[in-house]
């Protein structure tokens, strides 16, 4: 019987956590956060283990004239409202990490400048066939990368940057079948 109120152990997995699309997600977060706190609303990106919650911030009035003075000015902006908001954005990231099962990520934007904080680093495991992991050791031991893992995170952020245009026609592709899916 002591078996059976046990809880799952193991790696969870993704049919099993709750809905979490970014509309509704972006709109429970507007519910929660103060109006003053952004001049729009909040930009919110949803994945198995993560949300990010990006708000953006006024830009200071009265900058000096100089060449990084806006730069500095609004990574300043950025770090004083993270230091004045934490205790309740920590309040509504543990609803939110509760409702929903996945880390929840600040972000602020503020002129060119953004900043996340405390982003997750999620494992990721796979298996690798002697010539992809070649491929992995290569750049080891060119000093790209300090491990296989740490390797696997450049090849991945390099496709990212390189066929961002192919990701984001596949993903408005998976959400449109989504969308044909729920209407059936």
Same mark, same amino acid.
């Not at 049919?15 to 809905?19: A, K, S, V």
């Not at 953006?56 to 009035?61: D, F, G, K």
């Given at each position: 019987?002591?078996?059976?109120? &046990?809880?799952?152990r193991?790696?969870?997995?993704y049919?099993?956590?709750? /809905?979490c699309?970014?509309?509704t997600?972006?709109?429970?977060?507007?519910?929660?956060?103060?109006d003053? =706190?952004?001049? *729009?609303?909040?930009?919110?990106?949803v994945?198995?283990d993560?949300?990010?919650?990006?708000?953006?911030?006024?830009?200071? *009035? &009265?900058i000096?004239?100089?060449?990084d003075?806006?730069?500095?000015?609004?990574?300043? #902006?950025?770090?004083?409202?993270? *230091?004045?908001?934490?205790?309740?954005?920590?309040?509504?990231?543990?609803?939110a990490?509760?409702?929903?099962? #996945?880390?929840v990520?600040w972000?602020?934007?503020?002129?060119?400048?953004?900043?996340?904080?405390?982003?997750?680093?999620?494992?990721?495991?796979?298996r690798l066939?002697?010539? /992809?992991?070649?491929?992995? /050791?290569?750049?080891?031991?060119? +000093?790209v990368?300090?491990s #296989?893992s740490?390797?696997?995170? =450049?090849?991945?952020?390099?496709?990212?940057?390189?066929?961002?245009?192919?990701?984001?026609k596949?993903? /408005?592709?998976?959400? *449109?079948?989504?969308?044909i899916?729920?209407? +059936?």
């Open positions: 019987m002591q078996r059976a109120n &046990q809880k799952r193991g790696p969870r997995r049919e099993d956590l709750p /809905d699309d970014p509309t997600t972006a709109a429970w977060f507007a519910g929660q956060l103060p003053d =706190w952004f001049t *729009e609303p909040v930009d919110v990106l994945d198995r993560e949300i990010i919650v990006t708000g953006t911030l006024a830009m200071p *009035e &009265q000096p004239e100089g060449p003075a806006a730069e500095t000015a609004a990574s300043s #902006r950025i770090s004083s409202w993270r *230091e004045s908001t934490r205790s309740h954005r920590m309040k509504v990231a543990d609803v990490q509760a409702r929903w099962q #996945r880390h990520t972000a602020a934007r503020c002129g060119e400048s953004e900043i996340r904080f405390t982003s997750a680093a999620v494992p990721v495991m796979t066939l002697f010539e /992809d992991r070649q491929v992995l /050791d290569t750049l080891i031991d060119a +000093g990368a300090r #296989r740490e390797a696997m995170a =450049w090849c991945v952020n390099q496709v990212g940057q390189n066929r961002g245009e192919w990701i984001d596949l993903r /408005d592709a998976m959400t *449109e079948v989504e969308r899916r729920n209407e +059936g």
